[in-house]
């Protein structure tokens, strides 16, 4: 999640006028679930009532949209007895892991 303060003041003229927060997740290449934050939240005023006011929390989840996965290069190759014929392939990992992955 992007890590940013963000500021929305009510005045006594918008105080009735809902505002947006939008929350910013930041594209990571880790294979690592959904994960939770929390939007922390507090008042700044010199209005008596809100001033004691403590608001709640939001709690976000960021959906991860990495996918585990392995790409071959060919699924099929060709050798012979002989040893004249040296077909290779390529194998690689769709997602980075969160440790090591032996194929």
Request: proline fraction near 2%; glycine fraction near 0%.
């Given at each position: 999640l992007l890590d940013t303060m963000?500021?929305?003041?009510?005045?006594?003229?918008?105080?009735?006028?809902?505002?947006?927060?939008?929350?910013?997740?930041?594209?990571?290449?880790?294979?690592d679930g959904t994960q939770t934050f929390q939007c922390l939240t507090s008042i700044a005023t010199a209005d008596v009532a809100y001033s004691a006011y403590n608001p709640p929390d939001a709690d976000i989840?960021?959906?991860d949209d990495e996918v585990p996965g392995v790409l071959l290069s060919a699924t099929a190759v060709t050798t012979d007895?002989?040893?004249?014929?040296?077909?290779?392939?390529?194998?690689?990992?769709?997602s980075a892991p969160t440790s090591a992955v032996s194929i």
């Open positions: 963000l500021i929305t003041t009510f005045t006594t003229v918008n105080w009735a006028m809902t505002q947006v927060v939008t929350a910013t997740a930041v594209d990571d290449v880790l294979l989840a960021v959906a007895e002989a040893l004249t014929l040296t077909p290779t392939y390529t194998i690689e990992l769709q």
